[in-house]
């Protein structure tokens, strides 16, 4: 589960533009009768980039409790096709890290057409964290950042404030039900979304979204050729996530054959088709699984060229 696909997540997300997702954070804080008056705190980041200010549409974190009971973080702020990803691994909760070395690190990802060069991974500066608690995570970075080439990004001025709690995705409705499918054998409505990625570096990729408040599915097919029949995990991956929690997470083994996908309809905006996948916990220690069957979809899809 830590090793997570971070040029893929980051298709995705600037595909669908999923800028919907800051969100306020309430909790009161302090002692005393009645406690403190609650704080609102809103997810946000933002860093210059060589003195340019760059304000994230869309930012969150995910954690993950390694089976010795140490924790790993990770940060992620996008801006369009840029990105800042700070990373912490046994991660100690307030004070300072090192934003270039082995166990906490700092990343600029400049854009994504070009997976090589657009990476700037830190080889100084620093990552404070001011506060952390079961709620929020918030803090302030620095750091000078290098590419393979050598090209060197100065980021200053960093800062974000990160909800740790769940954000549900929208809800589907009568008119916005576009993904069906049974979870262990309960039917369940998505409301989704599909992007189109057409790359030479990483190959075409069609990805579909549903979300049901915490829940959602995704399939992504590595190359897409228009209808037909995809074997899920040669050809597409499926995954889905019960409640965004760290046990939560199912996807599909790379190699490992355990579904398929039909595309029975495609045109240059729209997909229709069908699918079904049995798909293992991410965390390798638990033997759960969840078995998608009967699954359905009928939308409208976006095209990025890259």
């Keep these: 589960m830590k090793n997570i696909k971070s040029l893929l997540l980051l298709l995705i997300i600037t595909s669908f533009g999923f800028s919907s997702c800051q969100k306020d954070i309430v909790f009161v804080e302090g002692s005393g009768p009645g406690g403190t008056k609650p704080t609102t705190y809103t997810t946000k980041m933002?860093?210059?980039?060589?003195?340019?200010?760059?304000?994230c549409e869309f930012a969150y974190a995910q954690q993950y409790t390694n089976p010795d009971g140490t924790k790993d973080i990770q940060i992620y702020g996008i801006k369009s096709a840029q990105s800042f990803i700070l990373d912490f691994q046994n991660f100690k909760g307030v004070g300072t890290y090192n934003a270039a070395d082995l166990i906490s690190s700092g990343t600029?990802?400049?854009?994504?057409?070009?997976?090589?060069n657009n990476g700037h991974y830190a080889e100084s500066g620093t990552i404070k964290v001011t506060t952390y608690n079961s709620k929020v995570i918030i803090g302030t970075f620095e750091f000078k950042a290098v590419n393979t080439i050598g090209e060197i990004k100065t980021i200053t001025e960093?800062?974000?404030?990160?909800?740790?709690?769940p954000i549900p995705g929208p809800t589907p409705g009568n008119t916005t039900t576009n993904i069906t499918a049974k979870v262990d054998g309960v039917a369940t409505d998505f409301t989704g979304q599909a992007a189109y990625v057409k790359s030479t570096l990483i190959g075409n990729v069609m990805t579909i979204v549903g979300t049901n408040g915490v829940k959602a599915i995704t399939i992504a097919i590595y190359n897409y050729k228009g209808s037909g029949t995809y074997e899920i995990d040669i050809d597409a991956q499926g995954s889905y996530n019960e409640d965004q929690s760290q046990t939560g997470s199912y996807a599909t083994e790379n190699g490992v054959k355990t579904g398929k996908l039909i595309i029975t309809s495609a045109t240059s905006n729209t997909i229709k088709g069908t699918f079904e996948f049995t798909?293992?916990?991410m965390v390798s220690s638990l033997s759960t699984k969840k078995t998608i069957t009967e699954g359905k979809f009928d939308m409208s899809y976006t095209t990025t060229t890259m």
Excluded at 158 to 163: K, L, T
């Design 158 to 165: 960093g800062q974000f404030v990160i909800s740790l709690e």
């Design 46 to 55: 933002s860093a210059k980039v060589d003195g340019v200010l760059v304000e």
């Design 279 to 281: 798909a293992p916990n």
């Design 108 to 116: 600029y990802v400049s854009g994504v057409n070009d997976p090589f």
